[in-house]
């Protein structure tokens, strides 16, 4: 979609977004919240996204109970 378009991601982000999808049993709507996420972060640090503004958006997520 257009998300992938805009900010594609690197193979490390990649494999941690799949290692969550795994774990977490994360739907597909919740990874596009996660890399929009992670596009804003990103924003707000004035830096393209990477692989650790994933990471915090991922820990940022309610864990599961």
Known sequence: ???Q???PLS???QRL???A???RALSARA?????RVALTLADLD?????TAHL??????????S
């Open 1 to 3: 979609g257009q998300l």
């Open 5 to 7: 378009t805009v900010a």
């Open 11 to 13: 193979r490390d982000s």
């Open 17 to 19: 977004l799949e290692r």
């Open 21 to 23: 999808v795994d774990r």
């Open 31 to 35: 990874v596009q919240s996660l890399r």
């Open 46 to 50: 004035e830096v393209p996204a990477k």
């Open 55 to 64: 990471a915090r958006a991922l820990g940022l997520r309610a864990p599961l």
